[in-house]
């Protein structure tokens, strides 16, 4: 009979440990482990952002929020997976739900999240102003910090114990330190120009923060000219082993943008190996006119190829054109000073996508 009772207790502290029911889901144990885990180092890596850039530290007096209420959020014991079915209160299914001192994620979402290395530290931020009691709808705080600094992201995928075999890795191929930039759109000295190579999926990614044109500062700076130009040369040094050639697989060029008053934009990218006439890849966009704006993803999936076996130089050239000859200005703005339908654009990432083929 003791045997039984023994059998009895343990299996309902099995079940009572696997999972319970939560929020239209069902609560994981150790499936949700790593979730919670990087949710937390993520919200670390906020908490250190708010702490240490001016940028942060405006958030936190602009919005009078509180670095150690926020901190308090980051407790394991506050935050819960759930395997699916996770709904708010209008039972519309959402990735996170978050309320005063409690955070429920759902596991499939952030699981794809980390795996693929969004940026998604505006949504840990939401979710912990939430659990403070503050109102985010809309991202109206949080979207601040998005896009989050490179250099302070972290890895968030399951990392494989066993490391690419030689063959397929870039480390070899590529030196990011020896990357060289050259540009008005991104300066050499530019705090925010980066660099950064993802050698498991041999990704090159370059991010900007001075790739931007604004209509007033045109109109400032430039007097009677009416076309502002920012451009981006980046020269990426590459060593091949014998038998093997560089593949360019696709290329990216992502752009915001917002254009009034009858002002133009256009964007322009090329791609190619110097010294060699052909191939390259080239993509230019139409001309956005007045009130346009949006996202604009300049994508190209030719393949570019090296020759084989050889050192070299691929370069990227970029090029973005805010045009408003039409426009004459009686009154001009202060300098400095921006008007509600100033004309922007703004590049903030170009990536590049490689392969190794043979010969």
């Known amino acids: 009979m003791k045997i039984k009772i023994v059998f009895a207790i343990l299996i309902s502290v099995l079940f009572s440990n696997i999972g319970e029911s939560r929020g239209g889901g069902f609560i994981v144990g150790n499936g949700g482990d790593h979730i919670r885990a990087t949710f937390l180092k993520v919200g670390a890596e906020v908490i250190s952002f708010l702490k240490e850039t001016e940028q942060g530290q405006s958030l936190i007096s602009k919005n009078q929020l509180s670095i150690n209420s926020l901190e308090q959020t980051l407790d394991i014991q506050k935050i819960s997976v759930v395997e699916n079915g996770l709904k708010d209160n209008l039972e519309v299914p959402v990735d996170a739900t978050g309320s005063t001192n409690e955070i429920i994620l759902n596991k499939s979402s952030w699981m794809e999240h980390f795996e693929k290395e ?46 690419l075999i030689e063959a397929d890795s870039f ?11 050259a540009g008005t759109g991104c300066p050499t000295n530019a705090v925010g120009t980066l660099a950064e190579f993802d050698f498991e999926r041999n ?40 038998g093997k050639k560089l593949t360019v697989t696709q290329i990216d060029f992502s752009t915001k943008f917002e254009v009034n008053r009858g002002d133009k934009v256009s964007l322009t990218n090329e791609v190619f190996f110097a010294g060699l006439t052909k191939p390259r890849i080239t993509k230019a966009s139409p ?43 009686n009154n001009k703005p202060e300098a400095g000073v921006k ?10 990432r170009v990536s590049l996508y490689f392969k190794l083929d043979d010969c």
């Not at 009691?133 to 991202?139: C, L, P, S, T």
């Not at 700076?221 to 920012?230: E, H, M, N, T, V």
């Not at 050239?317 to 039409?326: E, G």
């Not at 008007?339 to 903030?348: A, L």
């Open 171 to 181: 480390k070899k191929i590529f030196s990011i330190q020896q990357l060289k930039f």
């Open 287 to 329: 001309q956005f006119l007045e009130n346009t704006q949006g996202r604009l993803l300049l994508r190209r999936d030719e393949v570019l190829k090296s020759e084989c076996g050889q050192s070299g130089l691929l370069r990227v050239n970029t090029s973005a054109i805010l045009d408003f000859k039409k426009i004459l200005f």
């Open 118 to 163: 969004r940026d998604i530290y505006y949504l840990v931020f939401h979710e912990m102003l939430r659990g403070i009691g503050f109102n985010d709808d809309n991202y109206v705080i949080s979207k601040v910090i998005n896009p989050f600094p490179i250099q302070r992201r972290i890895i968030t995928r399951v990392e494989s114990i066993y490391p």
């Open 203 to 242: 990704i090159l990614d370059f991010k900007f923060s001075k790739y931007n044109i604004v209509r007033n500062e045109l109109v400032t700076q430039l007097s009677d000219s009416f076309i502002g130009r920012k451009d981006c040369t980046v020269v990426l040094p590459f060593v091949l082993p014998q």
């Open 339 to 348: 008007t509600n339908d100033d004309s922007i654009v703004d590049v903030d």
